[in-house]
């Protein structure tokens, strides 16, 4: 059987690196990003980074818009069930980061939707197209869980997130639902967290695709995991 993918924020960091990983091992793949010219080139990258039998369809667009999860889940349905789930775009919110009471309404409400609502939301659009063997990973923060000054919007949208993904757990049994810590790595995200600052000492996005397909691939039940304590 087709192994059908959708991954979002793929055009970049995190989402690029297991894109092309999973393509290489013959995944087929839907994937997005808000930009459309840095997602052509990613689905470039991932086609030649695949195998034969692989397919990557390439959807522009925000993953907040419910119109733009809908053209995701049409594109998934014309490669076949999904078995595998990647809820990886997401938003700051705002750089530099402000305090807590600091930060715009408007932007913690963006901030939530992305980081939140919309993987849910994915998940919901999929849900007829989702096997019972399918794999939903929420990509997950260390900021879900440590209290890090002036990160409580991102932070506390990544914490709800984890507690939404093991309710759709509890909910489907049948799915595996992963919370995944990717670690501290060298990202845009990270940059614009720390404008100015160099980055260079910490791990490229390459360094959590090991700890992810252990955990996508393996046998692992519901629940939080660390990616880079499993690739060590």
Same mark, same amino acid.
């Given at each position: ?9 793929? !055009? ?10 999973? %393509?290489?091992?013959?995944? !087929? ?12 080139? $990613? ?9 034969? /039998? ?16 809908? $053209?995701?889940? %049409? ?13 990886? $775009? *997401? ?17 913690? @409400? ?11 939301? @994915? ?16 990509? !997950? ?10 990160? /409580? /919007?991102?932070?506390? *949208? ?24 990717? &670690?501290?790595?060298?990202?845009? @995200? ?9 980055? !260079? ?9 090991? &700890?992810?397909?252990? @955990?996508?691939?393996?046998?692992? &039940? ?8 499993? %690739?060590?």
């Amino acid at each position: 059987m087709e192994r059908v993918a959708v991954v979002t924020g793929a !055009s970049q960091g995190l989402g690029l690196a297991l894109a092309r990983s999973l %393509a290489a091992d013959g995944w !087929s793949l839907v994937i997005d990003a808000r930009r459309e010219d840095l997602l052509a080139h $990613a689905a470039s990258d991932i086609a030649h980074a695949g195998t034969g /039998g692989s397919t990557v369809v390439a959807v522009p667009g925000d993953v907040a818009d419910a119109a733009h999860r809908a $053209a995701l889940a %049409a594109a998934a349905k014309d490669l076949g069930p999904v078995r595998l789930v990647v809820n990886n $775009a *997401s938003t700051l919110g705002a750089s530099p980061l402000p305090a807590l009471v600091d930060l715009d309404p408007a932007t913690y @409400l963006r901030t939530l939707e992305v980081n939140l609502v919309a993987p849910i939301a @994915l998940v919901a659009a999929l849900a007829d197209q989702l096997g019972d063997d399918a794999t939903i990973v929420n990509v !997950s923060s260390d900021a879900a869980v440590e209290p890090y000054e002036h990160w /409580g /919007g991102y932070g506390s *949208s990544k914490a709800a997130l984890d507690h939404a993904s093991m309710i759709l757990a509890e909910e489907h049994p049948s799915w595996r639902v992963l919370a995944i810590d990717p &670690g501290d790595l060298d990202t845009e @995200l990270h940059r614009a967290a720390f404008p100015g600052e160099d980055l !260079s000492d910490l791990p490229g996005p390459e360094a959590a695709v090991p &700890g992810f397909r252990s @955990l996508i691939d393996g046998q692992q &039940g519901s629940g939080r995991y660390r990616a880079q304590e499993l %690739a060590r």
